[in-house]
């Protein structure tokens, strides 16, 4: 019998105008569940591309163990990944102050959860337009729910880079609740390299306009490669998209 719901998904991660890459971004399928990730490892603690990629390949790991769906399931996944982080922080001097954001996305096939800390962003889609967003961890974020700055000032706001909570320091958010899938949804995990360069509304055109998550994808780089110049931030995104029964592909 096949899934309600099957996926497609595609992810890019580009240095972008830096030599070091401290992005990492990938997948897992599973027949119980699926589970996606993306971190983006921050630049000036020494070991960015190691945490981002300790924090990813933790979370796979244990699901890939018991491919488990739900909250508490979740927020032990960003727990373990924060555990394990604290220990190679431990065991090696030199990655002591490595640091990383964390974004994870589950599905059962029928419904969906995610969690987050830092500012590396989860969209959800549903009907080509934007129906929720995570909160950045930032004191640019912090000042957006004081009424201090507008949303759209989060972006190029002198305090956006600034994270009052990475993994490891402060709690994660999780989704308490699965929300139950839609045909056509469609997930977007991101970095904040690429959703700085990548408005809202632009990820939702290029979404009306794209048959599957690569060329959605294409269509974003597209934007973002015409704004950034120079010494600009590593860029990370993951583009998923649900279809019911036997049209998706996994």
């Avoid at 897992?28 to 990730?37: H, N, Q």
């Avoid at 994808?217 to 993951?238: E, P, T």
């Amino acid at each position: 019998m096949s899934a309600p719901f099957l996926f497609q998904t595609d992810m890019m991660c580009e240095a972008g105008g830096r030599t070091v890459n401290e992005d990492y971004c990938n997948f897992l399928l599973r027949k119980e569940a699926v589970c996606w990730v993306l971190a983006d490892g921050l630049g000036g603690h020494g070991g960015g591309e190691v945490a981002s990629q300790i924090a990813s390949d933790t979370v796979l790991s244990l699901f890939a163990e018991a491919s488990e769906f739900g909250a508490d399931p979740l927020r032990a996944y960003m727990d373990k990944a924060a555990a394990g982080l604290a220990a190679h922080q431990a065991s090696d001097p030199r990655l002591a102050r490595m640091a990383t954001t964390l974004v994870v996305l589950l599905s059962d096939y029928r419904s969906a959860l995610w969690a987050h800390i830092g500012d590396s962003r989860l969209y959800h889609f549903r009907d080509g337009a934007v129906i929720h967003q995570t909160k950045d961890h930032s004191v640019a974020q912090a000042l957006c729910d004081r009424g201090e700055i507008a949303p759209g000032e989060i972006r190029h706001h002198a305090d956006r880079s600034s994270l009052r909570r990475s993994l490891g320091k402060g709690e994660p958010a999780v989704l308490p609740l699965p929300v139950a899938l839609r045909s056509g949804d469609a997930f977007l995990l991101a970095s904040d390299g690429f959703w700085e360069y990548v408005t809202e509304t632009e990820m939702e055109v290029e979404l009306s306009k794209a048959a599957g998550p690569a060329g959605w994808l294409q269509g974003m780089r597209s934007r973002l490669k015409r704004k950034a110049s120079g010494d600009f931030d590593n860029y990370s995104a993951v583009a998923v998209m649900a279809m019911a029964g036997e049209e998706g592909q996994s």
